[in-house]
């Protein structure tokens, strides 16, 4: 049966034409807003120890990290390539020098063919995107940044300390070097209407971007957002599995269909989840996606473009 959106495994095996495993590591960066060059604590929503796998520790060298995650994974699949996905923090903000030494560590692994650099739309400059696209002329190279939302005041209110004008700007830096880009938002952040952000995924869509990951919000423990949802979880709006559902299928029949997109839900661990537990697995809601978009009769940009969307 053909697939109602593009999957972002069937862009994989376009690439490499073999299973490509992503390897988390945490190659020790910190962020603007952490540091206090734009501010401190982060993003309200962000614990990096929900999101990290026990082998990715900043106290271990790259190859260390790489080696342990291959033994991770060994068992499952033999024989298979890896990218190293510079997941922790922004992977691209520190001096250049640093940036070489880690990236190119990794790469100097046996069975890494490529990186992924997480990051954030403020944390490039040119100089690291010449670099980094040199990088791409020999190996798989995608930068991944953090956007969340395109609203500024959102963008405020979660501590985010950038503007979506400087997002548009990091991806058309990032798109005029041929280098390929993903792009993160997260549904339900306190403030956005459903309206918003199916406009807000459509806006992001229209920019020249190749990848998109969404989640749901999830209330995390140790986090900023989880004080203020403990103290008046009024003001928060936490989707059920169906209402996101629907929203996510939204999102897929008004975006560009050239678009891959890589994941729909984030699966916290129990320890760190406070709300909502929908206890759910990617897999399974990819299932339940594909039913609902066959249900629907939906597809991959049904209904593109913004002269289309409706409250």
Avoid at 84 to 110: G, H, R, W
Wanted: hydrophobic share 35%; with cysteine.
């Amino acid at each position: 049966m053909k697939k109602r959106y593009n999957d972002f495994p069937s862009f994989f095996k376009t690439l490499f034409h073999e299973r490509v495993q992503k390897l988390s590591v945490d190659g020790g960066f910190t962020c603007p807003n952490r540091d206090g060059v734009k501010g401190v604590g982060g993003c309200s929503f962000c614990n990096n120890h929900s999101f990290s796998p026990g082998y990715c520790r900043s106290t271990a060298s790259i190859t260390s990290q790489v080696e342990e995650g291959k033994a991770f994974f060994a068992h499952k699949y033999a024989g298979q390539k890896y990218l190293a996905y510079f997941q922790t923090y922004s992977n691209t903000y520190a001096p250049m020098d640093v940036l070489k030494s880690k990236y190119e560590e990794a790469l100097a692994c046996p069975n890494i063919v490529g990186l992924v650099i997480g990051t954030r739309p403020d944390a490039v400059n040119e100089e690291v995107l010449d670099y980094i696209a040199d990088l791409a002329k020999r190996y798989y190279v995608c930068v991944e940044y953090g956007v969340e939302s395109v609203n500024d005041d959102i963008l405020k209110a979660i501590n985010r300390g950038h503007s979506f004008a400087e997002t548009e700007m990091a991806i058309q830096l990032t798109a005029e070097r041929g280098i390929p880009i993903g792009v993160h938002l997260i549904f339900g952040l306190p403030g956005e209407s459903r309206y918003s952000m199916l406009e807000g995924a459509v806006h992001l869509c229209d920019l020249p971007i190749n990848i998109l990951k969404l989640h749901q919000l999830q209330i995390i423990r140790d986090t900023r957002m989880a004080v203020e949802y403990l103290k008046n979880p009024e003001a928060f709006r936490l989707y059920s599995l169906e209402e996101y559902l629907d929203l996510v299928v939204d999102v897929i029949e008004y975006i560009r269909p050239d678009i891959y997109l890589e994941r729909f839900v984030n699966q916290t661990p129990e320890e760190y989840l406070i709300a909502p537990r929908w206890g759910i697995k990617n897999f399974e809601f990819v299932a339940k996606l594909n039913k609902r978009l066959q249900e629907r009769d939906s597809w991959q940009g049904k209904r593109k473009g913004f002269e289309n969307l409706f409250l």
